[in-house]
């Protein structure tokens, strides 16, 4: 193209009149802006600004929480007894505010282990106002009940317990916090509250509400099913009721810590008694019962295993390796449910909802293990037919390896052996 002959060429009248019309309105608005053409600078600089602090804080928090989950693990493996307690309540000072949650359970946990139920309900109390309205946050909760039972501040567990269950929704309402608020009554004498909770909770789980001198008297098989501080003074009461049977009769305990001579002594005579470690799934028909027995015939026992099969897997065991088998499954749920918390709260952390994230970690987790346990496959070929050479996965086992997950598993199912051993002195 010759640019000499386009300048020497007429302009059409199309051409000026669409010419005219685009000037005539475009002006005004370039006029505006070069009017205004500072204060317009000043504004997109400042929105590139926030959006340059919003990235840099983002950075910078998450920093700390990292620095601080680094901290916790490090307390929490490293430390024992009062300078854990310290170390604990200095770092709930300064946490940031994803991980303080977390920092304050650790410290409840550990004043609880230490043997300090009021200061265990102080933090528990704590952990339950950040997220009142989560599944931690009711744990919490329930946490700081149970400690103040351990007080012996048995109307404030009873207030307490009552305000959960009037503040959260029938479904919500677990069996473990009506039988805690039952407990609780009974312990704070209030004894037609604990009697009416205990008739709904039969109901509720088809079961038949009696006392205890009435399943003493009369059951060839009872269950004891009380914490390992409460089975002295429950067996002091039965045990007259059971020296005064001429039938025999079978003990059944569920309490840590306590093996079966321990339960013949404080009951008051060599009984039959079979020491058990059901975990939650249970519950679903998909937990692990461990059990052995002490002076019981094989006919008990397989009288037991067969009544408790619809729970789960049912495995008889030796004595000595019941606390190690209740670090596993007995305390496992709970360490496989903070599993999926984190994973769930990484995949919040990169777009997904929070209710989608709970569940395909969930399912993941369950289908896993069906997988290996229908394929008989080893936990490392299942990993290693995940991770693809130079992939995704293996980045990520790579950061779990860095940040001794192995090593914290291990030593949580450690921890809760000697917990175990702890109890039965």
């Known amino acids: 193209m010759n640019p000499q002959k386009n300048q020497g060429e007429e302009t059409s009248p199309l051409f000026r009149d669409l010419q005219a019309e685009v000037s005539s309105e475009s002006a005004p608005l370039l006029q505006f802006m070069l009017r205004h ?5 000043g504004v997109v600089i400042l ?3 926030v959006l340059a602090g919003t990235g840099i804080w983002r950075w910078y928090s998450g920093g700390k929480n990292e620095d601080a989950r680094q901290e916790l693990a490090r307390v929490s493996m490293t430390m024992q007894g009062q300078e854990r307690l310290k170390a604990l309540a200095a770092l709930a000072d300064k946490a940031p505010s994803d991980v303080r949650l977390s920092v304050l359970l650790a410290w409840a946990q550990s004043a609880l282990e230490s043997g300090d139920a009021a200061v265990a309900a102080e933090v528990y109390a704590k952990a339950a106002k950040l997220d009142a309205d989560s599944a931690l946050g009711l744990a919490a909760a329930l946490g700081e009940a149970g400690s103040l039972l ?3 501040k048995n109307a404030e567990a009873l207030t307490l317990l009552q305000g959960l269950e009037a503040r959260l929704p029938g479904e919500n309402r677990s069996v473990q916090l009506r039988q ?5 009554a009974a312990m704070a004498g209030e004894k037609d509250l604990a009697a009416k909770t205990y008739q709904a909770l039969a109901q509720e789980v088809g079961g038949q509400a009696v006392d205890n001198a009435a399943v003493a008297r009369t059951c060839s098989l009872i269950f004891l099913g009380v914490k390992p501080q409460m089975m002295a003074g429950v067996l002091a009461d039965l045990a007259p009721v059971l020296a005064a049977r001429t039938d025999r009769f079978v003990l059944a305990s569920m309490a840590a810590g306590l093996d079966g001579q321990a339960i013949q002594g404080l009951a008051g005579g060599k009984y039959p008694v079979i020491c058990l470690m059901p975990n939650t799934p249970v519950a679903v028909g998909a937990g692990v019962v461990q ?8 006919e008990e026992l397989d009288a037991f295993q067969a009544l408790m099969a619809p729970a789960g897997l049912v495995d008889p065991i030796e004595p000595h390796l019941l606390p190690a088998a209740s670090g596993v499954s007995g305390c496992g749920p ?3 449910a903070l599993f999926i918390e984190a994973l769930a709260d990484g995949g919040v952390a990169c777009g997904l909802p929070r209710a989608k994230a709970l569940a395909y970690a969930a399912q993941m987790v369950e289908g896993t293990a069906k997988l290996m346990m229908e394929k008989g496959l080893h936990p490392g070929q299942l990993k290693d037919g995940v991770c693809s050479p ?3 996965t293996i980045q990520g086992v790579r950061v779990l390896e860095e940040r001794g997950f192995r090593a914290a598993a291990m030593d949580a199912v450690i921890a809760t052996f ?4 702890e109890l039965a002195k």
């Open 390 to 392: 130079g992939g995704t």
């Open 291 to 298: 059990y052995y027995g002490v002076d019981t015939t094989q």
């Open 47 to 49: 929105f590139l600004l």
């Open 150 to 152: 351990k007080a012996g």
């Open 334 to 336: 709970a360490f496989c």
């Open 180 to 184: 805690m608020l039952a407990e609780a």
């Open 418 to 421: 000697e917990k175990n051993k």
């Open 37 to 41: 053409a500072g204060i317009i600078a």
